[in-house]
């Protein structure tokens, strides 16, 4: 039997998802607007060719998440999400946030812009991806996607629309771009 619809779980639920957001590290691999590319280590054991090579698994975590999002498919959203922040969060509470944000910013979607910053999380093995959107209306809009690896598998944990993030995302100023600076 379910009890009262709790009023805060929305919120809950948000900030469930949002909890891995704050375990990432500083970016490691920029690609700026200009097709640039800014290269910065957050681990100076760690090469940037061989961060490259193993953050394109989780990257393609990533796109298919984007591909199912902006065809409306919440079921295999939610089936890509992790199982540990699904427990947490509840089946209802997973399908408000992808039915209330999700998939409603996705569906603007026509193609991801040129400026992505990529950073390892910590405490888990993944990389968190900032991004730009390109509407189609051809508005940049800032997102996050967090992938990682739990229990063997790449999942997403967390996707932030419509989210800027200052020291990760490149900025538009006056007529020209401004990444971050990763010295």
Sequence with gaps: MKGPLDPNLPRR???????????????????????????????????????SAQQQ???????????AAT??????????LSPTIVAKTGTEGVERFLTGEVLPFFSQFKGVGSSITVSRTADVTGFVFYMYMVSKTDELRPFVIYVIEEGGAKVVANVLVDHFVETRHCARVGARWKCPDFS
């Design 13 to 51: 639920c948000k900030l469930a998802l949002v909890a891995i957001a704050f375990a990432a590290l500083p970016s490691a691999f920029a690609q700026s607007p200009a097709g640039g590319q800014a290269l910065a280590q957050a681990d100076a054991a760690t090469p940037d060719f061989a961060m």
């Design 57 to 67: 698994p989780f990257r393609s975590v990533a796109d298919e998440f984007m591909a």
């Design 71 to 80: 065809a409306g498919d919440a079921t295999k959203s939610a089936r890509m």
